[in-house]
């Protein structure tokens, strides 16, 4: 049941972080350590140096548990922790936008799991948040309840509203695991891989060409043909991206679960081996994005994202906590967007296209730094010194760009649907976002030379949700002051001293 | 914004170049081989400083603008890329002025005025001292007389 009261004495953190702590702080210091190991064997006595820093690393984990404390107020959340330098970190419980339980592989051993507090502190790296890391399952659960629920008139409102059923918005299923692969989040990981193996070999001041197979391999490369070998190395990288890509998918996302609450609040739960519970109060949400990466969109799949005050988009440890559903067929991601938003019209609105400026403006974008480029590169070519696969890249380059930039134009669009600002851009990585008015903190009107001269402008809404700010790319000025005057009104048409007449739906943007 | 700005501005940049015309008169006389070239650089060097001394304050004043309604701010900057900004006084959550050592010579001020977006500070820069405390206990009231956090 949540109550908003918790009992305000210190706490511990579970006691069966004892076990947990001192092997996270081993795991931690582990490159250390095998460079005391790698450093040290070179004048013999290696493993007892990596030994007494595994020592040092378990009396340190163990230190944590006994000096790191908590507790909940009845308005704020703090902690206290460090041993020569203690500090007390507080949050206000009213700043309190989001709480995040996530448990790894070894607290879900233990039954442990973690709690993350995030505030609305956008401008902070760490989100002004703070995390209480090892508590039991059902105490986790316990403090989110508590710290989520409002500050009720009477506490017998609130036992009724925990009374009643949470609504299942969408579940998780196993067939979206073909859309794993065209996520290319593999390539991350297998960037990542690349750079730690490369760090170890170079740390252990191995050379792997001198390894039997790898030299044996190295050897019959050298006599095949170049082309073999670049299409060869394509079609690995490619194998391996999407196996790690649908394995990504299978490990955040398995067992996807998204509900609302009773409580107003919109609770995301998913993963395989560590799992993650998001919890997004409503009266944070300010709208959603809806995103379709080409690859994505290609196949007919999109996600969505939370456009959430205190959320933002892709940072620190909030990080992957604004999503709402994961790559998914697209009907689905539309029927989820509607049923947050409680409109499906924001989503499935034909948008207002930007007109043949804007189109002109996303070729010239391409032509305008891969011709002048490509000549150069010919010119180097033609002149001698340079070969002949630059200005060739290039050239493909510039065929690559010319569909792309016909998308991008093709992706601009805007709209104002019930009180919301539609706006949609991009092509790797289109996006469209669904912003409140409400949400809306402000103008940004940007015009770069050429702009001016065509009397195009970018109109940017400034929240203090998600991404910050959403733009509408190159529209007309009379365009943009009627969009923004539907939304905020009387805010931005005071500031221009001529007031245009509204053009009306058929010729906006196409001045 | 105070006409004094131009001559901060000025300064500024006039410090900026000096710098520059140091270094190469340094390099002029610790090698004395490549004279000529390093000549023919110092001039240019001086002809442009000149030009940007002379132009950039006058088109920078021109092209800043602000105002304060009460209930809205706004602010106007930028040459080639002109960039409007305007924030209802009811979502301002902070008002920072600041001075730096060459403006407080000046008695010149820079007042911000902060939501809760990262995306949209207003920055009105090259107030006199008077006109930024006024505006900053301006903003300062209207911003206190909202509820809420302004998000």
Avoid at chain 1, 327 to 346: K, N, Q, T, Y
Avoid at chain 2, 20 to 42: N, Y
């Amino acid at each position: 049941m949540a109550s908003r009261y918790y009992g305000a004495e210190w706490r511990r953190l579970n006691a069966r972080m004892l076990i947990l702590l001192p092997v996270q702080e081993v795991l931690r210091s582990l490159p250390l350590l095998l460079g005391l190991l790698v450093a040290g064997s070179s004048s013999g006595s290696g493993p007892e140096w990596s030994l007494i820093g595994a020592a040092l690393a378990i009396g340190a984990g163990t230190l944590r548990w006994f000096t790191t404390t908590y507790r909940i107020t009845s308005d704020q959340v703090q902690v206290r922790r460090g041993l020569l330098r203690r500090r007390t970190l507080t949050v206000l419980r009213d700043r309190i936008r989001t709480v995040d339980v996530t448990a790894h592989a070894l607290h879900r051993v233990l039954g442990l799991a973690r709690v993350s507090i995030g505030t609305g502190r956008s401008d902070r790296r760490d989100g002004g948040g703070l995390k209480l890391d090892g508590l039991s399952v059902q105490e986790a659960a316990q403090i989110r309840d508590v710290l989520l629920s409002k500050p009720a008139a009477d506490t017998a409102a609130v036992a009724v509203d925990a009374g009643t059923a949470d609504v299942e918005l969408i579940r998780w299923h196993p067939a979206w695991i073909a859309y794993g692969p065209f996520t290319l989040s593999g390539i991350v990981t297998v960037l990542v891989a690349a750079g730690f193996g490369y760090r170890i070999l170079s740390a252990a001041n191995l050379n792997p060409t001198r390894f039997g197979p790898i030299h044996a391999l190295l050897h019959d490369v050298g006599r095949t043909s170049p082309v073999l070998v670049v299409l060869t190395i394509v079609a690995l990288t490619v194998v391996v991206t999407i196996v790690f890509s649908t394995v990504g998918y299978v490990l955040a996302f398995w067992n996807f679960r998204l509900t609302r609450q009773a409580s107003g609040t919109l609770h995301v739960s998913r993963g395989l081996v560590t799992t993650r519970a998001v919890t997004i109060d409503e009266n944070r949400l300010r709208g959603i994005e809806f995103s379709e990466p080409l690859l994505l969109r290609a196949v007919g799949g999109a996600r969505c994202i939370a456009i959430a005050t205190g959320l933002r988009v892709g940072r620190g440890a909030e990080r992957g906590g604004s999503m709402l559903l994961p790559p998914a067929p697209r009907m689905v991601a539309v029927a989820v967007a509607a049923a947050i938003l409680g409109d499906a019209g924001p989503i499935r609105t034909q948008l207002i296209g930007h007109g043949p400026v804007a189109r002109r403006r996303r070729y010239n974008r391409v032509l305008l730094v891969m011709v002048p480029l490509l000549t150069v590169l010919l010119v180097a070519w033609w002149l001698g010194g340079l070969p002949a696969w630059p200005w060739q890249v290039g050239l493909a380059a510039l065929a690559a760009g010319l569909p792309l930039a016909a998308d991008r134009f093709h992706s601009l669009g805007h709209a104002v649907v019930a009180g919301r600002l539609v706006t949609r851009s991009g092509s790797l990585a289109r996006r469209r976002g669904v912003l409140s008015a409400d949400g809306i903190i402000g103008w940004n009107l940007g015009q770069s030379f050429f702009q001016r001269r065509s009397q195009l402008v970018t109109l940017t809404a400034t929240t203090a949700a998600g991404r910050q700010a959403y733009e509408v790319q190159d529209v007309g000025v009379a365009e943009a002051v009627r969009v923004a005057e539907l939304l905020r009104p009387g805010l931005l048409a005071a500031f221009f001293e001529e007031p245009r007449p509204a053009p009306t739906r058929e010729t906006a943007g196409q001045l | 914004m105070s006409p004094v700005a131009v001559w901060y501005w000025t300064t500024r940049a006039a410090i900026g170049w000096l710098v520059i015309l140091v270094v190469e008169l340094i390099w002029l006389l610790a090698d004395p081989r490549a004279a000529v070239w390093l000549g023919v650089g110092l001039g240019a060097t001086l002809v442009v400083a000149a030009a940007h001394l002379v132009v950039m304050p006058r088109w920078r004043y021109r092209v800043h603008r602000w105002e304060v309604t009460p209930v809205a701010v706004y602010t106007q900057a930028g040459w080639f890329h002109q960039e409007r900004r305007i924030a209802p006084i009811s979502r301002i959550q902070t008002v920072d002025s600041e001075r730096g050592p060459i403006e407080q010579i000046f008695g010149l001020m820079n007042v911000t005025a902060n939501t809760a977006s990262a995306a949209g500070p207003l920055r009105i820069s090259g107030l006199d001292r008077e006109a930024a405390q006024q505006l900053v206990d301006q903003l300062t009231a209207s911003t206190q007389q909202t509820q809420g956090d302004a998000t």
